[in-house]
């Protein structure tokens, strides 16, 4: 399975949402659409899912323009819509109907992805009585009944609580062995967790696309972190003042120095900490910046 995505454009009005995009998507891999709220994350997925049409552009699956593999995609919207009143069980007999699956497979296969997706013992249940959780695992068991090539998902759990959140967090590690996915999300931590690579996108354009390896030993830095008493807050000045120091910036009881080589000053800086008599409640080297600051400096130039 290969998705290519060809200098897409998509406008609204006079507003550029998707400007020039271009990515290509192979089997196997989770892919994390990443980028502010406006970003144009929706409007590309959308675009993907065939369910709106490009101004430039073109989207192929293996070689063929998208609207005639769609039976080959996967697709779970931000906020899946069922008719509340069908028990999970009727919902993907509908959903499979429409998708054009005989009876005697659904017959077969329901039973398998409502285990597949954690709900054995709810297909009888009504959809209104769902947590919000339970229904983003029974969008996703309806975006994989027939077996897509790859499954694509705007912002998964964004609208979830923690509990639900997590629940789905966990189904898409277990569905990612088996399926391609691409999903989009403004939640790092989520995409840290799940995608290998990463695409960043910003007011429409692609500004990033890498692998968190990649992201990580291109913002590496030789940084130490302590956590120090709120009382010896005083300590920072002194810090700033040291020849071995490049920065520090303290954050609530944590302090972040960025030293000229971590392998040589570390021990100066625990040193000077001693003399100062500096509580040090924990100590480490972080040598790389986390996906949300590098995100930050990215987007918003922090």
């Not at 020039?20 to 192979?26: A, G, H, K, N, W």
């Not at 675009?47 to 989207?59: K, M, N, P, W």
Request: proline share 3%; net charge neutral.
């Amino acid at each position: 399975m290969k998705l290519e995505i060809k200098n897409i454009t998509k406008k609204f009005k006079e507003k550029i949402a998707v400007n020039q995009f271009s990515m290509v998507l192979e089997t196997g891999q989770c892919v994390g659409l990443i980028g502010p709220n406006g970003a144009g994350k929706s409007t590309l997925i959308k675009i993907i899912a065939d369910i709106l049409h490009t101004d430039e552009g073109e989207v192929l699956l293996d070689g063929k323009n998208i609207s005639k593999m769609k039976r080959e995609i996967g697709y779970l919207p931000q906020y899946p819509n069922f008719y509340e009143w069908m028990t999970a069980k009727e919902t993907l007999f509908f959903m499979g109907q429409l998708s054009e699956i005989s009876k005697k497979v659904l017959i077969k296969e329901v039973p398998k992805i409502l285990a597949k997706v954690g709900l054995s013992g709810e297909e009888n249940t009504k959809v209104r009585t769902f947590s919000g959780g339970m229904k983003q695992r029974l969008g996703i068991a309806q975006a994989l009944l027939h077996k897509p090539a790859f499954i694509v998902m705007d912002e998964p759990v964004s609208a979830l609580d923690p509990v639900g959140r997590r629940e789905v967090l966990n189904l898409i590690q277990e569905i990612k062995k088996e399926t391609t996915i691409l999903l989009s999300t403004h939640i790092l931590n989520d995409a840290e967790e799940i995608c290998e690579r990463f695409v960043i996108i910003k007011n429409g354009n692609k500004i990033e696309d890498t692998t968190m390896t990649d992201l990580i030993s291109r913002n590496s830095k030789p940084v130490v972190c302590l956590e120090i008493s709120q009382t010896d807050k005083f300590w920072l000045e002194t810090v700033k003042m040291l020849p071995y120091v490049k920065s520090a910036k303290m954050t609530g009881p944590k302090v972040k120095v960025t030293l000229d080589d971590v392998i040589e000053n570390k021990n100066k800086l625990i040193q000077n900490a001693i003399e100062n008599k500096v509580d040090i409640i924990r100590f480490e080297i972080d040598d790389h910046e986390t996906l949300e600051e590098i995100f930050l400096k990215l987007v918003v130039g922090a």
